[in-house]
C-alpha cells in the first residue's frame, strides 16, 4: 500500500469510531506500530486534529479541529447527502445556493460508480415538514425507485395499505404497475408519484410502504403531467382537489392573539385585528372537517362566511351534544 493509500485508509478508520487503540490500527493496515506513529504525524501536518489516548492500550482519537479538513464519506454516505442537500430548499433557511454549490462539489468528485446513481436520485421537496425529517426508509428502495425514474422502465412492486389516508392511493391488490415519475418528500415522509397503469391515472404512493418486485417492467415513453407544475399538482392532490386550492375555504374571528393562532395555521392566513382578537381564513377538503380544525383552538370565534361554515359549526354542535348524551355517567 502506497503511503497515499495507506493515510486514506488510516483517516478513513479513525473516522468510524472515537477511540482506535494504536496496536489495533497497526493490526488492521497490516503496518509497524512505528509507522501508524509516523502516519498520525502526516495527518496533523494535514490540519487532522489527532489526539493521543492514555491507557494500556494507548491510542488515537479523531477530534474536531480549528478548520475543516478534507472528510472521507463511504459510498452510503455520499447519497445521504446528496439527498439531504437536494431537500434543503424545504428548510426555508436560505441555504438554497450554498445547498445547490454543495452538490455541484461532491458530484465533481465522486466516482462515476456513485455519479450514475447520484444522478438518479431527483427528489423535491414540497414544502416544509410539520413531522420531522423523513425516515425510516430503506436508501436500497430509493435507488431503486430513482433507477427506475431515470431509465424509464415500469415499476412493479408490493404495496401495504396498513394506516393508508385519503392522500395515499388505497389502490387494488398487488403487485402494482406504474409508470414512476418523481420522488418527492412532503409532511415528514417520502412519496412516489407515478401514472398507475391499472387505474389509468396519477397517483402519489408512500415509499415505506413499496416493496419493489424484480425485474421491473418494460420501458415507457414519459407522460406529461397536468399544468406542467410538481408542487402545485403534489399540493393539490393532498388537498383532494383538481387545484392547488382547498375545496372548502371559510373565515372566521377568534378570540386569540394572532401569535398564537400563527404556529398551527398551517396553510392558513392569519391576520391581526388587536392584541386579543385575529382573524383565520382556512381550508379542508369539506366543511365539517374545516370546522372541527378551527374547533381545535378551543376559544371563542364568531364566523364571518360562508354560510356553509356556519352550518356546519352547528351540525358538529348538535353531534357533539348527542355524543356526550349517550356517554356512560
Known amino acids: 500500500m502506497s503511503t497515499s493509500s495507506r493515510l486514506l485508509s488510516l483517516l478513513s478508520l479513525l473516522q468510524t469510531r472515537r477511540d482506535w487503540p494504536g496496536t489495533l490500527l497497526a493490526t488492521r493496515l497490516k503496518i509497524s506500530d512505528r509507522t501508524v506513529r509516523r502516519d498520525i504525524d502526516r495527518l496533523r501536518e494535514m490540519g487532522y486534529s489527532i489526539q493521543t489516548t492514555m491507557g494500556p492500550d494507548g491510542g488515537y482519537r479523531l477530534d474536531a479541529g480549528s478548520e475543516l479538513p478534507p472528510l ?15 431537500t434543503a430548499p424545504a428548510m426555508g433557511a436560505g ?17 462515476s460508480r456513485l455519479r450514475h446513481r447520484l444522478d438518479a436520485l431527483k427528489v423535491t421537496a414540497i414544502g ?44 387494488p391488490a398487488p403487485p402494482r404497475r406504474v409508470e414512476p415519475y418523481h420522488l418527492f418528500t412532503a409532511r415528514g415522509r417520502w412519496y412516489l408519484m407515478g401514472w398507475d397503469l391499472g387505474r389509468d391515472d396519477w397517483r402519489l404512493f408512500r415509499v415505506d410502504r413499496i416493496q419493489p418486485r424484480t425485474p421491473p417492467g418494460p420501458r415507457f415513453t414519459p407522460r406529461t ?33 394572532a401569535d398564537r393562532v400563527l404556529p398551527f395555521a398551517g396553510d392558513g392566513t392569519v391576520t391581526a385585528i388587536d392584541g386579543h382578537t385575529c382573524s383565520l381564513e382556512a381550508g379542508a377538503w369539506s366543511w365539517a372537517a374545516l370546522a372541527a380544525s378551527i374547533g381545535r383552538f378551543d376559544a371563542p370565534m364568531e364566523v364571518v362566511g360562508p354560510p356553509e361554515l356556519a352550518s356546519a359549526f352547528a351540525i358538529l354542535a348538535e353531534r357533539f351534544a348527542t355524543t356526550s348524551q349517550s356517554a356512560p355517567a
Open 128 to 171: 416544509p415538514s410539520a413531522d420531522g425529517v423523513p425516515r425510516n426508509i430503506s436508501l436500497d428502495i430509493l435507488v431503486v425507485l430513482a433507477n427506475t425514474i431515470r431509465d424509464r422502465q415500469t415499476l412493479r412492486f408490493d404495496y401495504a395499505h396498513v394506516g393508508a389516508t385519503i392522500t395515499v392511493d388505497p389502490g
Open 225 to 257: 403531467l397536468p399544468g406542467g407544475d410538481l408542487r402545485d399538482f403534489v399540493s393539490a392532490r393532498f388537498k383532494g382537489s383538481s387545484a392547488n386550492q382547498w375545496p372548502c375555504t371559510g373565515t372566521v374571528i377568534l378570540h386569540l392573539p
Open 95 to 111: 441555504i438554497e445556493e450554498a445547498a445547490i454549490r454543495a452538490l455541484g462539489t461532491i458530484r465533481q468528485v465522486i466516482p
Open 72 to 86: 472521507l464519506f463511504d459510498d452510503e454516505q455520499v447519497l445521504a447527502v446528496a439527498i439531504a442537500l437536494q
